[in-house]
């Protein structure tokens, strides 16, 4: 699995074919200054795709989840 910190790479990922994207929905800020809350968002409105979220506490799981990840991982 690759973990995804951007919207680019989850949209390159979704068009090689994938049908689940990993993405980091840890608090830090990602290199294009947008949460990880956005990003999900965004994923699953304009890519339609399942997301595993890779969370580091419990309080980021359930944002991931608020956001609409489908999975919540560490």
């Known amino acids: 699995m690759l973990i ?9 990922i ?4 994938a049908q689940i994207i ?3 929905a840890t608090k830090r800020i990602r290199p294009d ?3 990880s809350y956005k990003i999900i968002k965004r994923i699953k409105a304009d890519l339609k795709v399942s997301i ?3 969370v580091s506490t419990v309080i980021g799981g ?13």
Do not use: H, L
């Not at 979704?14 to 074919?17: E, I, L, S, T």
């Open 4 to 12: 995804t910190p951007r919207f680019e790479d989850a949209k390159n």
């Open 14 to 17: 979704v068009d090689a074919g």
């Open 22 to 24: 990993g993405i980091d």
């Open 33 to 35: 200054g947008s949460s």
């Open 52 to 54: 595993f979220a890779d």
């Open 62 to 74: 359930s944002d991931a989840e608020e956001a609409g990840a489908d999975y919540v991982g560490t």
